[in-house]
């Protein structure tokens, strides 16, 4: 069975620290899709990255980068000095190959950055 | 407007009430979602539509009727709710392609829903 995992319930930091969200997933597919989305407090999940589980390149957008770690099953989030709009609840989130409607999402990490 | 509108934004019921929840996405998506989260839990998947059809049914309660009249609309009636039913409900949509390659969600801003 597919499961997304994200042990961190919650982190806080101060800005311009780095911080690095955990995403474990398990799933028997060998193709499969991996999402970050970010929720902040207005509620609506904003959509950061999609990546193709053969593509296992790490991505840099900005501040944020993904590191996908097929072996250990990871999908990783790092914010590079961090600022207080980075404040949200973070979900990592698996999708089937096949079942294109079926998304499973982690728990959220709550990140709190202080000024 | 843009994108996906679910109203009320807040709703506090009884138990004996009768309510609707309501989605709309102007995207000119074909797939849309009903997701519930609760705190500290992984965001459950309740109900999919696509092409108005039902596709997904997750073992939700009869307490909770999904009604999906067009493929910009969807609706969530609430009737007899239990307290622990209190969550965020969301509503999502998607481009069901049906070859999976861009499928991504775009969510609403949620319902918060208190049943006293």
């Known amino acids: 069975a597919q499961k997304v995992t994200q042990a961190q319930t919650e982190i806080s930091v101060v800005e311009k620290e780095d911080v690095t969200l955990d995403c474990v997933y398990e799933?028997?597919?060998?193709?499969?899709?991996l999402f970050w989305y970010k929720q902040p407090p207005s509620g609506e999940l904003v959509f950061l990255i999609r990546?193709?589980?053969?593509?296992?390149q790490n991505e840099i957008s900005g501040r944020y980068s993904w590191n996908f770690q097929k072996s250990t099953s990871s999908f990783n989030f790092t914010i590079t000095a961090s600022q207080v709009v980075d404040s949200a609840v973070y979900f990592c989130?698996?999708?089937?190959?096949?079942?294109?409607?079926?998304?499973?999402f982690g728990s959220g990490t709550k990140l709190n950055v202080k000024p | 407007e843009t994108g996906v509108t679910q109203t009320p934004r807040h709703l506090v019921m009884g138990m004996t009430n009768k309510k609707s929840l309501k989605c709309e996405q102007h995207?000119?998506?074909?797939?849309m979602y009903w997701y519930k989260q609760s705190a500290k839990k992984p965001l459950e998947l309740m109900f999919v539509?696509?092409?108005?059809?039902?596709?997904e049914n997750n073992s939700v309660p009869s307490r909770f009727s999904p009604e999906c009249p067009n493929s910009s609309h969807l609706f969530l009636h609430l009737h007899t709710l239990q307290p622990e039913d209190s969550a965020l409900y969301l509503c999502?949509?998607?481009?069901?392609?049906?070859?999976?390659?861009?499928?991504?969600?775009?969510f609403g801003s949620g319902t918060q829903l208190s049943v006293l």
């Open positions: 999502a949509s998607s481009q069901d392609t049906g070859t999976g390659e861009d499928e991504k969600l775009f």
């Open positions: 799933t028997r597919d060998t193709t499969y899709y």
């Open positions: 990546r193709n589980s053969f593509d296992e």
């Open positions: 989130a698996l999708r089937d190959l096949y079942n294109f409607n079926k998304f499973y």
């Open positions: 995207l000119g998506h074909n797939a």
């Open positions: 539509y696509s092409l108005e059809e039902r596709v």
